[in-house]
């Protein structure tokens, strides 16, 4: 039994990057970005206005005060989208009308806001006064304020959010090489399993919940179940569907099964692999709860062995399938949160425990996480309330109320990606 940083060593070490492919802009959301892009352009292309007002020159009313106006002549207006400069006339002490985004005329360097000027008609021509006292360049966007020619936009590994498509969209992109969605095949192995949850429950049978909540959760993984079903305890049954998925036309970049993996007499994943070729990378790391859990490889699929509790099921998915979905998608290693142990607790020492837990702000602005009560592995009822998980490291047995420790969220916040 290995330890769980050299079980993720492992993964780490034995996994390798998913290839990549070209997508359309509006279909990369979610999807992780694999190579880096650059701004072409720079942004904004010109010089605009940032208010609607009128575009002046600062040195024709640097001396305006509250006791001091100045009167400028309105000579044009250009609105967004407008490509001709306001007037072909001279400048000096005129003002051209401007909407919010239209270009800056040539020689005008600064906006002074519609409603900051009083406007009148002199011998029927409209003249502006003006009595603030501006800066110049105010309420100008400077070409290139935004992005400038060379600058990156998004970097490999970065996974693409609504922001990271508004920010390509800018520059002109319509196109984008990201790494290609995993897809999963899953196996729920048991005798005890019912192959339809609208059956009748009878005795020493139980409805199938890991499978669903594997299907639900795999999409916060950014990742694609491409196959599913339930499968008995017979290891020749289960090779023959393995084999089905193995030859398939588009074999599953990870295989994951649940249960099967302990020591009973029924526990028949990890021979049925080895007799399927596969390499046993490592079998059982000291952790609470999911100890049985299992890693291995076969052809170019990666195989997950998940233990049948529930929350076994859970802390698998989220410590180990998690870490390897991100790092063959070239992300980088998701980094734990840190919080105050509200409640003291006591640990064998020897294993990694991941508990149920709820992380709450207290009244000062710290972080606050409770273990819960019912950290058992097959009782899903605490999970309905946890908002993370916590763990407590090997090496230390005894931890005490105001203790830091480790914290990941429940799901992944990859928001933060």
């Known amino acids: 039994m290995i330890d769980y940083l050299t079980a993720i060593k492992r993964i780490y070490q034995s996994s390798e990057s998913l290839n990549s492919e070209i997508v359309a802009l509006n279909r990369s959301a979610d ?35 509250i006791n001091k106006t100045t009167l400028l002549h309105v000579i044009g207006q250009i609105k967004a989208g407008d490509s001709a400069i306001c007037t072909k006339q001279k400048v000096q002490n005129t003002a051209c009308a401007i909407m919010t985004g239209a270009a800056l005329p040539s020689d005008y360097d600064t906006v002074i806001r519609i409603e900051d000027v009083e406007q009148e008609y002199i011998n029927g021509q409209a003249v502006i006064s003006i009595n603030n006292k501006l800066k110049p360049g105010q309420n100008v966007r400077y070409s290139g304020e935004d992005f400038r020619v060379g600058d990156i936009v998004i970097s490999p590994g970065e996974v693409i959010r609504p922001a990271q498509i508004m920010a390509l969209a800018s520059i002109g992109t319509t196109h984008v090489q990201v790494r290609k969605t995993p897809h999963v095949s899953l196996f729920c192995t048991g005798d005890e399993l019912l192959q339809d949850n609208t059956s ?22 950014n990742s694609q179940l491409c196959h599913y079903e339930i499968v008995s305890d017979n290891k020749a049954d289960f090779l023959i569907h393995l084999e089905q998925q193995l030859k398939s036309a588009s074999p599953p970049d990870i295989i994951l099964t649940t249960g099967g993996v302990s020591a009973g007499n029924f526990d028949f994943i990890p021979n049925a692999l080895k007799e399927a070729g596969a390499k046993i990378i490592f079998h059982k790391v000291a952790i609470r709860p999911g100890k049985p859990i299992l890693f291995a490889k076969i052809d170019q699929s990666y195989i997950i062995g998940l233990p049948g509790n529930p929350v076994s099921t859970a802390v698998g998915l989220r410590f180990f399938l998690y870490p390897l979905l991100r790092k063959i998608s070239t992300m980088t290693e998701e980094q734990p949160n840190q919080a ?3 409640n003291s607790i006591t640990t064998n020492g020897k294993l990694r425990y ?37 763990v407590l490291k090997e090496g230390k047995s005894s931890y005490r109320s105001g203790d830091v420790i480790d914290t990941f969220p429940l799901y992944p916040n990859t928001n933060k990606d």
């Open 200 to 221: 009748c429950l009878s005795h020493s049978k139980i409805f199938n919940c890991s499978g669903p909540y594997i299907s639900s959760l795999l999409p916060h993984f």
């Open 340 to 342: 105050i142990l509200a």
């Open 354 to 390: 991941f508990y149920k837990a709820v992380i709450r702000i207290n009244n000062t602005g710290q972080s606050v996480v409770e273990i819960l009560s019912g950290q058992e592995s097959f009782k899903i009822k605490p999970l309905l309330t946890a908002n993370c998980w916590a």
């Open 31 to 65: 999807k992780v970005c694999a190579s880096a892009i650059f701004s072409s352009i720079e942004t904004p292309s010109f010089n605009n206005s940032a208010m609607d007002g009128f575009a002046i020159r600062y040195q024709d009313i640097q001396s305006s005060s």
